[in-house]
T-cell receptor
Framework: GQNIDQPTEMTATEGAIVQINCTYQ??????LFWYQQHAGEAPTFLSY??LDGLEEKGRFSSFLSRSKGYSYLLLKELQMKDSASYLC??????????WGAGTKLIIKP | NAGVTQTPKFRVLKTGQSMTLLCAQD?????MYWYRQDPGMGLRLIHY???????AKGEVPDGYNVSRLKKQNFLLGLESAAPSQTSVYFC???????????????????FGPGTRLTVL
């Protein structure tokens, strides 16, 4: 079966750095997406990785290792507005997105 | 651009009632999707469409029907609502090729605000 695993909840302090991990087992791989979802709102696109390595975009970076079936999202200089759920999704061989359950990130002052 | 819009935002149904959720996008995207999101679970694909007049089943299609009569609209129907269909429903759209210079990459899915449905 296809499976995406990520921690259910994480807590971090304002101004700090947090790393949210995602491991996956899917039938085929056509890229990995990270989305942010604030409570009661729609998911919004954050990043996309299809090759191994680190993609940096401002305070957010995403890393991929295809051989390990592993990705992480790194958030730097955390702000209170970063409190949200972070969704990892993998595009499989049929170009369908397989979604993780999401990691709820709580930022404390 | 409004992006992806959904109506209604909230709805309460009784078991056995029917309803239609409407999704509209103004980004000229070819692909459209209907997902449901339940606590503790990832988004699950109900049905999707790769173009006007075509639809296909996703992971959890039972109890739902869809239609894509116009490129910009994707309708999700519940024929006879059941309490197990209580959920938040999201519509999304994407394009296999870039339709504007502002999109970061193709196949990125853009989501509507969601419909909260309760079936009693």
């Amino acid at each position: 079966g296809q499976n995406i695993d990520q921690p259910t909840e994480m807590t971090a302090t304002e101004g700090a750095i947090v790393q949210i991990n995602c491991t996956y087992q899917t039938s085929g791989f056509n890229g990995l997406f990270w989305y942010q979802q604030h409570a009661g709102e729609a998911p919004t696109f954050l990043s996309y990785n299809v090759l191994d390595g680190l993609e940096e975009k401002g305070r957010f970076s995403s890393f991929l290792s295809r051989s390990k079936g592993y990705s992480y999202l790194l958030l730097k200089e955390l702000q209170m507005k970063d409190s949200a759920s972070y969704l990892c999704a993998v595009m499989d061989s049929n170009y369908q997105l397989i979604w993780g359950a999401g990691t709820k990130l709580i930022i404390k002052p | 651009n409004a992006g992806v819009t959904q109506t209604p935002k909230f709805r309460v149904l009784k078991t056995g009632q029917s309803m239609t959720l409407l999704c509209a996008q103004d980004m000229n995207h070819e692909y459209m999707y209907w997902y449901r999101q339940d606590p503790g679970m990832g988004l699950r694909l109900i049905h999707y469409s790769v173009g006007e007049g075509t639809t296909a089943k996703g992971e959890v299609p039972d109890g739902y029907n869809v239609s894509r009569l116009k490129k910009q609209n994707f309708l999700l129907g519940l024929e006879s609502a059941a309490p197990s269909q209580t959920s938040v429903y999201f519509c999304a759209s994407s394009s296999p090729v870039s339709t504007s210079g502002s999109e970061p990459l193709t196949d990125t899915q853009y989501f509507g605000p969601g419909t909260r449905l309760t079936v009693l």
